[in-house]
């Protein structure tokens, strides 16, 4: 990542793979390695999804694609958001798993546990 700190603003379907080796590559260069233990990555993606929860937390319900919020409001989402995707991402890599994989092994299983009933459609998950 040496160098690439500027990125477009809108980049489409960016891989969980370059995810990872960006950010391998920015702690590396950086000499944060040593720092990122499955441990210290969990508990930092603890305290980013306690971050986005804030954002949330007085509002009630909220809208679909957040009609109602300034512009201020969605940058933040997105800043949050991306911070807990970046520690999940980082915590599956230290952890030598494949997070798409995973991702998509669990969606069968809930397929599987959650068949579709045409008579009753539920969206819980697990």
Request: glycine share 6%; aromatic share 8%; net charge negative.
């Amino acid at each position: 990542m040496e160098g690439s700190d500027e990125f477009p603003r809108k980049t489409k379907d960016v891989s969980l793979q370059e995810l990872r080796d960006r950010l391998a590559e920015f702690a590396r260069v950086r000499g944060w390695e040593q720092y990122h233990s499955p441990r210290n990555l969990l508990l930092a993606l603890v305290g980013e999804v306690g971050e986005l929860s804030e954002i949330f937390q007085w509002k009630g319900e909220v809208a679909r694609g957040l009609p109602n919020w300034t512009a201020a409001d969605k940058t933040h989402l997105e800043e949050e958001l991306s911070d807990v995707l970046l520690y999940l991402v980082q915590l599956a890599d230290v952890c030598g798993l494949d997070l798409g994989q995973a991702a998509l092994s669990k969606i069968i299983k809930n397929a599987q546990k959650y068949p579709i009933d045409n008579q009753t459609i539920s969206t819980t998950f697990n």
